[in-house]
């Protein structure tokens, strides 16, 4: 008995650790390193999960949440995530014992040759079978570990895939309002020009204008007539493109699209500049991206384990109890009640070097993970700054574009009341007017490119994302066995 009691607990130790590398979380970059490189201020400011909000736009705030729930990008990312958390439920258990009912029935008539007479047997079995493979090495905690990081990195993969999402509909809705915008500025100055043309027209008729100026007029209204299709086409296509992001059919929403008078890209957007740099050191750790590439390294660090353990003997317990009878009217009774048990031990001899391949090949597969984990977070420091230097420096730009179309519109309109005194050439009134028009593209398109460049910057430090809803397994990771199991 004693025996007995010594090897179970001699099972019990064995089976409490794990063969292989517990995860550690790779350091490429220090704290003051990344702190430097992003020129991150004192202060942790908290990028709102509902950071498009802040533009204070109604309709870009429902187009946002209809797409996030009609989006089949979402809607794909969350199934993937619902199989990985079944995949983690069935491998959870997979070393765990199993217990089966089971009954059968078997009929033999022996030859008469073998037994020199006839001869038929009727066999009855009615019971439960249970089977144990004791996760002595640790194998099957490995594959639950791993089968947790996977479900981690589609979480987070979810997370990433709804930040892309929200991002991508404010862009092309910043888009198409710069669209607009620039629309509805080619329309005005078609008025304009056209007055101007009407002027011409009558002094040449007059003939008090020659023929220079006649053509100067019907040419600056042409080529910006010219300019109105196109950009009605890029509404169109603009307007395509967010109702495919919002699942509906091209037209649809074309209504709640239309141009207003209270267009967000006539203004640049009021922002503190200074919030790009008050962010959380590990800004770039808690990207839903770089946590889902974090994720698939400790499930590959977990296969590492697996291999490794099945180098080691395996051993399973396997029972039956239940009834055994010739007849089926005394299977249950008093006495066809049976029993078995069955301790097994298989030991790896010779796989022509399969097992050990196995290992070398999924320590390669880790130390591809653990680069791509690496250049990750080169990526995402380098998309950060890029994205901070781009608002400060748009904002440096919109300012000047301010300032020349304020002094090109008093140009314009110094020219126009020249001209109609006759004070000046058209072509002065030509100049004038095609450089107000560039003027006012150039501030619509630098406004745009303020609110396009927040949106990526943004998107670059994770926000949109819910921290809170992707697991958090490194803790249970680190530590899953003992130093005496470490391979």
């Known amino acids: 008995m004693s025996k007995i009691l010594l090897c179970g607990t001699c099972l019990l130790l064995l089976a409490s650790c794990s063969v292989g ?51 089949t990008d979402v809607k794909v990312a969350i199934e993937r995530m619902r199989q990985a958390r079944q995949n983690l439920r069935i491998n959870g258990v997979k070393y765990f014992p199993t217990l089966d009912a089971g009954g059968s029935y078997y009929y033999l008539k022996d030859s008469r040759i073998y037994t020199g007479e006839p001869l038929s047997t009727d066999y009855f079995q009615l019971g ?35 930040l892309s999402m929200t991002a991508e509909i404010a862009s092309a809705y910043i888009n198409l309002r710069q669209a607009q915008e620039q629309l509805h500025i080619a329309r005005k100055n078609e008025a304009i020009q ?31 007539r010219e300019t109105i299709p196109q950009y009605e086409a890029s509404v169109n296509s603009l307007q395509n493109s967010l109702a495919t992001l919002t699942s509906r059919l091209p037209g649809e929403m074309d209504a709640l699209l239309a141009y207003r008078d209270d267009n967000l890209v006539k203004k640049p957007f009021n922002y503190d500049t200074s919030r790009l740099y008050a962010l959380p050191v590990g800004v770039i750790r808690n990207r839903p991206d770089i946590r889902a590439l974090e994720y698939n390294l400790m499930a590959q660090n977990a296969a590492v384990g697996q291999a490794i353990a099945e180098l080691f003997p395996s051993v399973s317990l396997s029972g039956f109890w239940g009834y055994q009878s010739k007849n089926l009217s005394s299977l249950i009774g008093g006495g066809s009640n049976t029993y078995n048990y069955s301790p097994a031990v298989k030991m790896p001899i010779f796989h022509w070097g399969a097992l050990v391949n196995n290992v070398e090949l999924q320590k390669s597969l880790t130390r591809e993970s653990m680069l791509q984990y690496k250049q990750g977070v080169l990526d995402a420091a380098s998309e950060i700054e890029t994205a901070a230097t781009n608002v400060e420096k748009e904002y440096l730009r919109n300012r000047e574009a301010k300032k020349a179309l304020d002094s090109q519109q008093e140009v314009a309109d110094l020219t126009n009341m020249k001209y109609k005194n006759g004070l000046i050439d058209f072509s002065e009134v030509l100049t004038a007017q095609q450089d107000l028009l560039n003027a006012q593209n150039s501030y619509i398109a630098s406004n745009a490119d303020i609110y396009t460049y927040i949106i990526s910057f943004y998107k670059t430090v994770g926000g949109g994302y819910d921290i809170s809803s992707i697991p958090d397994i490194r803790k249970a990771a680190s530590g899953a066995g003992g130093a005496l199991c470490k391979g």
């Open 128 to 162: 439960l079978d249970a089977a144990w493979e004791i996760d002595i090495w640790g194998g099957g905690r490995r594959l639950t570990e791993q089968s947790k990081a996977l479900f981690a990195a589609t979480s987070a993969n979810l997370q990433n895939v709804k």
């Open 194 to 224: 056209s007055n101007l043309y009407d002027l011409v027209k009558q002094k040449y008729d007059a003939g008090l204008a020659d023929d220079i100026a006649y053509n100067q007029a019907r040419y600056l209204l042409t080529t910006t």
């Open 21 to 71: 590398p517990d995860y550690r979380r790779p350091s490429f970059y220090s704290d003051a390193q990344l702190r430097q490189s992003l020129r991150l201020t004192p202060g942790a400011a908290k990028v709102s999960l509902y950071w498009y909000r802040d533009f204070n736009d109604p309709v870009l705030n429902g187009l946002v949440e209809d797409g996030l729930r009609q989006s």
